[in-house]
């Protein structure tokens, strides 16, 4: 007997509907990771030709798995979740679903901060110094080395759009999130990317790995097959402040030593 879940809303459910329409050859374990990655990957492959190949060759060894009904079934799924987020962006969608699911003790014992202790995380590290520096310096970053589905960076992202805050992060804030497992970086990935989040996601371990930028803000990151850019990452204000980055390296690399600064 299949263990009894807890689902929040009509969204959640039907999900998970469509999810067990799929089970039988599979399990709801071997769905939810073919959609979170083939979901990631369609959004990606939109944006960032830079590792489009390897990516799509990723995608069509998963979808190959299945009917073009089914490959449907997998279209109306991100389309329920896209819908979820856009009714209500104050929400961890995928990570609370994946801990609903049980999904967490079957890979690897995860288990997800509660968005609610996230939303206080944020409240706690927003203060008026923010829009000083965005101010000042035109945008700011926040950071998750350990990003699971990314909540904490979803909060922040929320926190900005709260009254008396009024903080656009689309184009005042760099979101820059790590995480050592592929399919949880994956599900921050396409919260991030749903939320219109400018930034990156990069997959690996951020003790021994951490993140490291070209520039000295984080603004271009070492690239690689690991590194996920977010569609308003390529928003033309992050554009241009990508190549005043480049452009200042060059002048910094060709000054005379001693006067680089």
Known sequence: MSKSIRLRDQSQKSVVKL????????????????FIIMSAISIANVVDGSHRDSREKQYLDRAAKYSEKELET???????????????????FLGELFMALDLGNE???????????????????YNNVLKQKIAQKGWVSVSDPACGAGALLIAFANECRR????????????????????LAGMMCYIQL???????????????SHPITGVDPR??????????WYTPMYFRTEWHWRRIWAATDLMIRAAAPKGQAE
């Open 19 to 34: 999810i067990d329409s799929l089970c039988g050859r599979y399990s709801r374990w071997e769905v939810w990771q073919d």
């Open 74 to 92: 997998f279209s109306q799924m991100l389309a329920e979740v896209t819908n979820a987020m856009e009714q209500n962006p104050d929400q961890d």
């Open 107 to 125: 890979w690897k014992g995860q288990f997800f901060t509660p968005y609610d202790v996230c939303r206080l995380m944020a409240s706690m590290t």
């Open 163 to 182: 009254p008396g805050h009024e903080i656009n992060y689309q184009t005042s804030v760099l979101f820059v999130a790590q995480d050592i497992d592929f």
């Open 193 to 207: 990317s749903l939320m219109g989040c400018p930034g990156y996601v990069v997959i690996d371990d951020s003790i």
């Open 218 to 227: 984080g603004l271009i990151p070492r690239d690689g097959p690991n590194v």
